[in-house]
C-alpha cells in the first residue's frame, strides 16, 4: 500500500511540473521602448505523458521476500488474513496486501524478577533465561493470537515462565530450592514448560537460572548448612577410612595366619611324606639288593679299611646270609 501512495505522490508531483514546461513569447514596453519575455504557464502537453513512469515505483508492491528462517502471514484489508503461509524466498503479491514476517529461528529471553513463594512462605526472585522458537507450521495460529513475536513475549511466554515456576516452588521449603533439590526443579521445569508452550505450537529448547535471590537471611542460613553438612561428610569419610584401614588390617592379619597355617602344614605333609618314603626305601633294600649294589660298586680291591680286630667293616658276604 504505502507504495502505491508514494509512486501515485510521484507521479502528480511530475506530473504538474512538466505542465509548467509550456512557454510563451509575450512583448512589452517599458520606458518607450519594446521588450520581449518568455512566460512558462501550466498547462497540458505531451512531456506530461511522462508522469506514466511513476507508477514503476508500484512494482516493489507486487513483490514480497520473506528471509531464511521466517515464515511470511499474508492480510489483505479487503480478504483479511490468509491461512495460506508464504515460505522463504521471493513472491508475487497483491499490491495492497501486507506481509507479516515471524521469525522460526531459536529465540532467547531473559525473564528479570520472576516473584516466587516456596512452601515455607519464603520469597525468592530469580533470573531465568529460556530458549524457544515458533513451529513453521503454527505460525498462522501464532500471528491471529499475537500479532508479533515481542506480543508473543510479554503475553505468553513471561506468564507462563512465572507462573509455572511458581508452583514447582512451592513443593520445596527455600533450603531445598536454593540447596540440593534444584536439580529437580531443573528437571521439572523444562519438562513443564514444554509441555505448557507446546500447547500454543512452541518448541521448547532450554530453561537456565542464571540467578536467585532469598535475601541476605536466608542466603547465610543456607551457607552456614552447607559448613555443617560438609562437615558431617568430612567426618563419615573419616570414619569410613578408619574402618577401611581396621578392614584391610584384620584382613592382612588373617592372610598371614593362614599363610603360617599352610606352612605348617606343609612341613607336616612333606615330612610325612619323608618318612613314608624312607620306611617304602627301607622295606625295598633287601640284602641281596645291598649285595648287589655293593658288588657294582666294588673295584675288585679288598678294603684297606679294617676294624680294631682286623676285620673288614663291612663284610660284603654277610649281607647275603
Known sequence: MGWIIFSIFILVLIFIGLGFLNKTTETYTKWGETHTRTVYKWGFNKLQWLSLFALLLIIPSFITVVPANSVGILYSP???VSEDTLSEGVHIKN????VYK???EVQTQTLNGIYTQTSDSQYITSVIDIKYAVNSSNVFLIFKQFRTLDNMSS??????VQRVFELITTDYNVIDALGDKRPEIYNRLQTDLANELSKYGITFYSVTIVDTDAGETIEKAIEAEAVAKKAVEIAQQELLKAETEAKQKTVTAQAEQDAAKIQAETKIIQAQAEKEANELLSKSLTKEILYKMYIDKWNGKLSTVVSGDGQLIIDPSELIK
Not at 95 to 98: G, H, I
Open 155 to 160: 503475553v505468553l511466554i513471561s506468564p507462563t
Open 78 to 80: 479487503f480478504t483479511g
Open 102 to 104: 515471524i521469525s522460526t
Open 95 to 98: 499490491p495492497f496486501a501486507k
